[in-house]
């Protein structure tokens, strides 16, 4: 990963700091080259929800080719685990949509 894109990379305070949707989709190109990437920001729609001080609320919905074979499950914690330190610190709430790309 680039120096400044990883999920590990201290925020103010040195704690893992909200990510920018820019950040969350550089991470993912780089760990799943999808052929598909949309990364939303729904922070705002949970204002005043205790939760959204401890990190962002985010949308991904993601096709790649490295799903292939994979339930579910797996996929959403290959996209958990690509997002690394975000995920305690950083994001506060998840949806994941990842799939493979549709057949030609």
Excluded: C, K
């Amino acid at each position: 990963m680039s120096a400044g894109l990883s999920p590990a990379a201290p925020g103010p305070g040195g704690s893992a700091a909200r990510p920018t949707t820019a950040q969350i989709e550089a991470v993912l190109r780089q760990a799943f080259a999808p052929t598909r990437l949309e990364v939303q920001d729904d922070s705002h729609l949970h204002a005043g929800h205790a939760g959204a001080r401890e990190g962002g609320h985010y949308t991904v919905r993601i096709r790649s080719a490295r799903f292939a074979g994979l339930n579910r499950v797996a996929r959403h914690r290959l996209v958990y685990h690509a997002l690394g330190d975000w995920m305690p610190r950083g994001i506060h709430a998840l949806a994941v949509d990842a799939d493979v790309p549709a057949p030609d």
